[in-house]
Each structure stands twice: as structure tokens, then as C-alpha cells.
T-cell receptor, first 114, second 117 residues
Framework: AQSVTQLGSHVSVSEGALVLLRCNYSSSVPPYLFWYVQYPNQGLQLLLKYTTGATLVKGINGFEAEFKKSETSFHLTKPSAHMSDAAEYFCAVSERTSYDKVIFGPGTSLSVIP | GAVVSQHPSWVICKSGTSVKIECRSLDFQATTMFWYRQFPKQSLMLMATSNEGSKATYEQGVEKDKFLINHASLTLSTLTVTSAHPEDSSFYIC?????????????FGPGTRLTVT
């Protein structure tokens, strides 16, 4: 069975500092991996996804993530945090052989301190 | 990009009444739609998967007689919460997949906040 863990339910960074949100997954088959962002009382917006090919994936708003198979990780980073980055971030995984289910991690709340 | 809408964005109803939430794919045909539930400060929990013209597949622990899902067309799915109770108060989010965007990507609606008094 697939699962997703996100280390740190809440992360605080200073404006301009590096953002690192951790995600580890468990899957019996090579997965598709996603990062979503959710602002209060809104739906989810896709930041980036990994399906195949290059393991370093660039997304919107300056975010990127690297798929590391050996570490079963897909950590999200951004070199310089902006106040507008404050939101809830969800890592998610989907099996390549079963497109129906996307399993979400518990989420990490990111605060940006001015 | 693909757009998914939900209506209403928020609803308040009295205990014992039923509420219908609509999920529409605006610019693509959604062969599959998903319904999620999200409690405050928690992650999304998949409730059910619906394919156009077929009965929905419910996740374990989700009462199919309480949460009625209909996917009658390629652009519309509805979730009806029957005989709602305060514990059904939650944020309900739908997503849709299809339209040549790749089998793996779901596009999410903005969510519907349900409050049962």
C-alpha cells in the first residue's frame, strides 16, 4: 500500500531564507509524485509533478523538487521564501499502474516571518 | 489549464436536511471525478471515485447511502449529503481527470464549506 509522510507539520522560515519541505513515500511500484499548495479556504493548486525523466523537477513560483529513488524522497525546495508562500503544502503519490488513487500526505504548514 | 468549479462555495444547512454539491469541469471532459473531505488542519481524505455513467466506488468507511454521488455527464458530478448532521460539517473538494491532460493528473475544484447546524 502507498503512503506519504511529511516531516514537520509546521515549518517557519524567514523571508528570503531557503524553504525545505520534506516528503517521503512508500510505494511498491515506481510512483508519480506531486506537490500541491493550498491557501486558506481554497482548493489545491499543483506546484509540480514527477512522472518520468529528469529527477529534478521545476514548478511554479520558483519551487522545485528532486526525486531520489534510493531515499524514497521528494523534498520541495525554494531558494528564497516570500511572504506569499505562506500556505499549506501537500505531498502526494499515485501509482503508475492504478491511476485512480492519489494519496496525500498529512501536510506541512509553512509560515514566513518578515 | 483545466478548470474545475464547485457550487456552492459554502452552505449552511439544518440537521436532518440534505445538501447537494456540484462539481463541473469547465473546459475538458472529465471521465473520472473524485470527491475528497478535509477536516480543519488535516489532509484530504478520498471519499469516492466516480466514472461517467457508472456507480461510484467508495472508500472503506464511507457510507454510500449517506454520501450519494452521481456522475451523469462528462462535465458534471454531484455529491449529495443526505440527512446531514453536525459531524458532516467539513470542507468537500472534488477533482477531475481527463481531457488529454494525462491519466495521472487531477485538477481540483475550489472546495465547498459545509456547516450543519
Amino acid at each position: 500500500a502507498q503512503s506519504v509522510t511529511q516531516l514537520g507539520s509546521h515549518v517557519s522560515v524567514s523571508e528570503g531564507a531557503l524553504v525545505l519541505l520534506r516528503c517521503n513515500y512508500s510505494s511498491s511500484v515506481p510512483p508519480y509524485l506531486f506537490w500541491y499548495v493550498q491557501y486558506p479556504n481554497q482548493g489545491l493548486q499543483l506546484l509540480l509533478k514527477y512522472t518520468t525523466g529528469a529527477t529534478l523537477v521545476k514548478g511554479i513560483n520558483g519551487f522545485e523538487a528532486e526525486f531520489k529513488k534510493s531515499e524514497t524522497s521528494f523534498h520541495l525546495t525554494k531558494p528564497s521564501a516570500h511572504m506569499s508562500d505562506a500556505a499549506e503544502y501537500f505531498c502526494a503519490v499515485s501509482e503508475r499502474t492504478s491511476y485512480d488513487k492519489v494519496i496525500f500526505g498529512p501536510g506541512t504548514s509553512l509560515s514566513v516571518i518578515p | 489549464g483545466a478548470v474545475v468549479s464547485q457550487h456552492p462555495s459554502w452552505v449552511i444547512c439544518k440537521s436532518g436536511t440534505s445538501v447537494k454539491i456540484e462539481c463541473r469541469s469547465l473546459d475538458f471532459q472529465a471521465t473520472t471525478m473524485f470527491w475528497y473531505r478535509q477536516f480543519p488542519k488535516q489532509s484530504l481524505m478520498l471519499m469516492a471515485t466516480s466514472n461517467e455513467g457508472s456507480k461510484a466506488t467508495y472508500e472503506q468507511g464511507v457510507e454510500k447511502d449517506k454520501f450519494l454521488i452521481n456522475h451523469a455527464s462528462l462535465t458534471l458530478s454531484t455529491l449529495t449529503v443526505t440527512s446531514a448532521h453536525p459531524e458532516d460539517s467539513s470542507f468537500y473538494i472534488c477533482s477531475a481527470r481527463g481531457g488529454g491532460t494525462g491519466l495521472y493528473e487531477q485538477y481540483f475544484g475550489p472546495g465547498t464549506r459545509l456547516t450543519v447546524t
